[in-house]
């Protein structure tokens, strides 16, 4: 069964530093783009950060400079690192590959 499970989330001050990392079940997802999402409350999911197959990435003008996603395809697992954390950014973040996603993982950060 093809499943992405999210970790690495939690409670950090504003300015800390989170890494998240998302599990894939095979090795299908490291042909295909690999997106982080996230979600707040009352708010409408958005897309954070994606990296493609060959390593490209691209962010969401709101976390550039302080996000890094990446992936490892010998772990299946693909990475979001998260620098000078601000209130605004806590969300429930996702991961995701084509139709599948992650349960999420809270991310909450305290001014």
């Known amino acids: 069964q093809v499943q992405l499970v999210e970790s690495g989330g939690g409670l950090v001050q504003a300015g800390g530093s989170l890494r998240l990392s998302c599990a894939t079940s095979g090795s299908i997802f490291r042909f295909y783009p690999m997106n982080w999402y996230r979600q707040a409350p009352g708010k409408q999911r958005e897309l954070v950060a994606t990296i493609t197959s060959g390593g490209s990435t691209n962010y969401a003008d709101s976390v550039k400079g302080r996000f890094t996603i990446s992936r490892d395809n010998a772990k299946n697992t693909v990475y979001l690192q998260m620098n000078s954390l601000k209130p605004e950014d806590t969300a429930a973040y996702y991961c995701?590959?084509?139709?599948?996603w992650g349960q999420g993982t809270q991310v909450t950060v305290s001014s």
């Open positions: 995701n590959c084509i139709r599948f």
